[in-house]
Each structure stands twice: as structure tokens, then as C-alpha cells.
């Protein structure tokens, strides 16, 4: 389904969006974008003019480091470390195997990739 939306719908399509990582604005320099720019600067950590934003994803290659908003916090957006922001650590010590949870078996029956060092 396609859905065209005029240029004066802009701001309010914007308004009801969620939270992002990124907005992208693609326009000209005569395009009159404050109050879209206003409405995304408050819905994404980067608004992007003219391009598109870098994949991303959570894995140990990818990094998101750096002063705000790449991160705010010891936590990031993308990359291994993003499983931070969602977790909350537990240790199991001293526990038969049929005990633990089925990721943290030995066994690991569910084949939850791991990393054991």
C-alpha cells in the first residue's frame, strides 16, 4: 500500500512518530524545513539532510561510540553493546546443569550463540 502524503502533512506525520535513531530530510535549500526540522530534532538522535544513515546492527564488528548522541550513557544504540540497555546481569554459580536456564546449559539446547572465553 502506498500512502502520499501532502508536503503540509509533513510535521503532523512527523509528530506521530516514535523514537528513532535517525530522520532524514531529503528537500532543497528553498524548501522551508524549521518546523519539520523542530518536530525530528526531538525524535531522533541524528537528522540527517540530503543522505542516508549507516546500517547497522548488534554485533562485535560494530561500534557506536563517542560524545552525545552517539551515546549518553555506557550503553549505545548499535553494536554488542546495545544488549546493555535491555539486560540486566545475572551470574549462576554452583548449579546442576537441569537447573540453569536452557541458554546457559552446557547442552545449550535452544543453540543460543555464545562466547565462551
Known amino acids: 500500500m ?9 510535521v503532523s ?5 516514535q523514537g528513532h535513531l535517525t530522520a532524514t530530510i531529503h528537500g532543497s535549500a528553498s524548501d522551508k ?3 519539520l526540522l523542530a518536530v525530528l530534532s526531538h525524535k531522533a538522535g541524528r537528522v540527517i539532510w540530503n543522505g542516508f544513515p549507516t546500517g547497522v546492527a548488534v554485533t562485535e564488528a560494530m561500534q557506536h561510540g563517542g560524545p552525545w548522541p552517539s ?9 554488542i553493546d546495545a544488549i546493555y540497555r ?10 546442576s546443569q537441569d537447573v540453569l ?9 535452544w543453540k543460543v550463540e555464545q562466547r565462551i572465553n
Do not use: C, W
Open 101 to 109: 536456564p536452557h541458554a546457559l546449559q552446557d547442552a545449550n539446547p
Open 86 to 95: 535491555f539486560m540486566r546481569p545475572v551470574s549462576y554459580q554452583s548449579f
Open 2 to 10: 502506498i500512502i502520499t502524503v501532502k508536503e503540509s502533512d509533513y
Open 13 to 17: 506525520v512527523a509528530s506521530q512518530l
Open 71 to 79: 551515546s549518553s550513557s555506557h550503553t549505545t544504540s548499535v553494536g
Open 33 to 35: 524545513i524549521n518546523d
